[in-house]
Nanobody, 115 residues
Framework: VQLQASGGGLVQAGESLTLSCAAP????????KAWFRQAPGKEREFVAA????????YYADSVKGRFTISRDDRKNTLELQMNSLRPEDTAVYYC?????????WGQGTLVTVSS
């Protein structure tokens, strides 16, 4: 199962960007959904998640208050609204869907924030 991430690009510090992840082969609202990111030379790190049970949201401290994870059940997509972007947010962003032993990843979309 392949997830399809999109929406990355080059923005200036302080601007906003919205990432989207499509999951044409699965029903997204039955999975815990998340965004991760990997900056050059660094490990992949957790950004935000939305649980399928209880629909709770979780954020990394570094993005709390600036990023919002949401889902669109009609489109079967996962969104990441990113506001007040900083140069340190520059990374390849990956979407993820998990449930039990199932763990699916998107191909990544590059976000570059210039100062």
């Amino acid at each position: 199962v392949q997830l399809q991430a999109s929406g990355g690009g080059l923005v200036q510090a302080g601007e906003s960007l919205t990432l989207s992840c499509a999951a044409p082969a699965l029903t997204y609202n039955r999975y815990t959904k998340a965004w991760f990111r990997q900056a050059p030379g660094k490990e992949r790190e957790f950004v935000a998640a939305r649980s399928w049970l209880g629909d709770n949201t979780y954020y990394a401290d570094s993005v709390k208050g600036r990023f919002t994870i949401s889902r669109d059940d009609r489109k079967n997509t996962l969104e990441l609204q990113m506001n007040s972007l900083r140069p340190e947010d520059t990374a390849v962003y990956y979407c993820n869907a998990q449930r039990g032993l199932a763990n699916y990843w998107g191909q990544g979309t590059l976000v570059t924030v210039s100062s």
